[in-house]
C-alpha cells in the first residue's frame, strides 16, 4: 500500500476528534462491522496486556485511528483475517526479541536485562526512540509508525502525568504496529 502521509494522519485525527459522542458509537458500530477481527483484537489487548487502564484505553483509541486513518486515505478495506492478524502480531513479537539482541549484543548484557534497560534504564524514551528507528527503518508507513511513536512517548514524559509508564511503551508500539501492518498488507 502507498506510505500514508502526516497530511492525511492529521486531517483523519482531526475529524475523529471533532466528533461528537453519537458520531463514535457508529464508528464504532461500523468498525465491528468491517473489521470485526481488529475489533476483537483491541480488546483482547485491554484484556490481557497487562496494561494499566489509561495505557489500554490508548492503545484502543490510536488502533481505532489507526483503521480510519487507512480508511480515509485509502478507500474501503478488506476485512483483517485472524490469519492476517496471527501472522504479524508473530512477525512484530520477533523483531522486537530481535532488537533485544542487537542492544544486549552492542552493551554485552543479556537479553532479559536489555528487555528491562528498555523502559527502565536511565534513558527510557531515549531507548524507545531508538527501537522505533529500528522499527521504522525500512518500513512502507514509516509516517505512521513515528507519528504514533511521538505520541506514545510524549504521553509517557513525566511531565504529562497521564499514566502512561515507559515501561509499556514498547508493548503498546507492537500492538499499534500490528494493526498498520496488518492494514498496510490488506490494501
Known sequence: MRPISVAEIERTLDSITGMSPDDAKVQVRRMTREQPVVQAYLVAVGLTAGLNRVETN????????????????????????????????????????????SLALASQQSVEATAVLLGRGQDPLGDFHRLVDFLSEDHGQRTMLRFFARDLARAAEPENEVGVRSLSLVD????????????DQSG
Not at 172 to 183: A, E, H, S
Open 172 to 183: 503498546m508500539l507492537r500492538y499499534v504496529k500490528t494493526l498498520v501492518d496488518c492494514f
Open 58 to 101: 490508548l492503545v484502543i483509541n490510536m488502533g481505532v485511528a489507526v483503521w480510519r486513518i487507512f480508511d480515509e486515505a485509502c478507500g474501503p478495506l478488506p476485512s483483517v483475517s485472524e490469519d492476517t492478524l496471527n501472522r504479524v502480531r508473530e512477525s512484530n513479537s520477533r523483531q522486537v526479541a530481535s532488537e533485544f539482541w
